[in-house]
């Protein structure tokens, strides 16, 4: 969820994208079925679309706008769709890579509805693993699948409060100094006189 483009993030951040690529369970055609939803890359694009559907394709794809946690990711395998004419993504393409199916986007795009993935000619309901750049889940999404987990990601939008960079706060503070004996949780109301 640290790169969910609703909320402001660039949705173009491989790190995850990269972890799942490098474990064993998922390069063969046998593993697990995963889909990923998704990764911005209109030169990777541009690329499938001149090979077409039923292509080899081997191009970069991500990390032009949000770099910062990994570089742009390498991904080779087997064009299984191009759909053009979706309102935000413009051109989607879905490229699958082991037990993987990879959606590779023209511009970033949310995936929300059940139908982002059918009309692509992916099941969601019936993949082992979806994995979504999202930070909450619309009522079509979460009643599709009996277990959810929320992955507190790197990205411009993260989560993970102790993760982040801070540079000016008060010391000490709670839940960044372990060591205090008796941390102030209490909430200070500011009156409106004084914003």
Known sequence: MGDNPTAGGAGDVTWTLQKILERPEFKTENGPSLIYASIPGPDFVEKAVEIGVGGKISALAGAKVDDRYAPPVELSGTITAIVHGDKHAETEVVVKIGSIHVIVTKKRKPYHREIDFTRLGLNPRTSDILVVKIGYLVPELYDMRGDWIMALTPGGVDQDLERLEYKRIQRPMFP????????????????????
């Open 176 to 195: 960044f100094d372990k060591n205090m004996e008796n941390p102030d949780l209490s909430v200070r109301l500011i009156p409106a006189s004084n914003k």
